[in-house]
């Protein structure tokens, strides 16, 4: 079955960086993108942005520019989210999620089971 | 941006009720690409309907989206115990925004 399993849980210090893994299994990895969700404690769901496993194309999120990078491993069928310049306000469980290869336009089907990064100092 | 306003904040119904959960885009969403999704306490999210009223694989038919333009509803014909939960719609026609989400519980 198509499974995405993340890394685990992460406490980082302000103005460090952190990197989530996401490990893809049951589908052609290299025939979607993975897109990253995050969710703060509490709160609703953010999109932060998007890559094509196809070509390794990307698409961020604004607010994120230049503190977020997206990557693949096609060898291992992993993505790879890094988030840099860490806040508190980053506190919240990370999600990767299967989508479109061609375009981050799409629904999100299926989801990691989340990993959750502790901003503190 | 798109804005995606999600109403109501909690819905309270009953096992066998019928539930009518609305979301509300600040401007039209291009072709219908709108989908909604569930979560349960501790869980990721999971995806119910696409393209506003397509099903996903597994759904039960007693999950059904409509709408077009800038209003979107999610039916869920007969309340089961396992759909309390939280809802949310996304829309990505323009970027990727989702909802603030809709809280079903238990009346």
């Known amino acids: 079955q198509v499974q995405l399993v993340q890394s685990g849980a992460e406490v980082k210090k302000p103005g460090a960086s952190v990197k989530v893994s996401c490990k893809a299994s049951?589908?052609?990895?290299?025939?979607?993108?993975i897109s990253w969700v995050r969710q703060a404690p509490g709160q609703g769901l953010e999109w932060m942005g998007w890559?094509?496993?196809?070509?390794?194309?990307?698409n961020y999120a604004q607010k994120l520019q230049g503190r977020v990078t997206m990557t693949t491993d096609t060898s291992t069928s992993t993505a790879y989210m890094e988030l840099r310049s860490l806040r508190s306000d980053d506190t919240a469980v990370y999600y990767c999620?299967?989508?479109?290869?061609?375009?981050?336009?799409?629904?999100?089907?299926?989801w990691g089971q989340g990993t959750l990064v502790t901003v503190s100092s | 941006e798109i804005v995606l306003t999600q109403s109501p904040g909690t819905l309270s119904l009953s096992p066998g009720e019928r539930a009518t959960l609305s979301c509300r885009a600040s401007?039209?969403?291009?072709?219908?690409?709108l989908a909604w999704y569930q979560q349960k306490p501790g869980q990721a999210p999971r995806l119910l309907i696409y393209?506003?009223?397509s099903r996903a694989t597994g759904i039960p038919d007693r999950f059904s989206g409509s709408g077009s333009g800038t209003d979107f509803t999610l039916t869920i014909s007969r309340l089961e115990p396992e759909d309390f939960a939280v809802y949310y719609c996304?829309?990505?026609?323009?970027?990727?925004?989702f909802g603030q989400g809709t809280k079903l519980e238990i009346k």
């Open positions: 999620a299967r989508s479109a290869a061609g375009t981050w336009l799409d629904w999100f089907d299926p």
């Open positions: 049951g589908y052609t990895f290299t025939s979607y993108g």
């Open positions: 890559i094509s496993a196809y070509n390794g194309n990307t």
């Open positions: 401007q039209s969403v291009s072709s219908s690409y």
């Open positions: 393209g506003a009223s």
């Open positions: 996304q829309q990505y026609g323009s970027s990727n925004t």
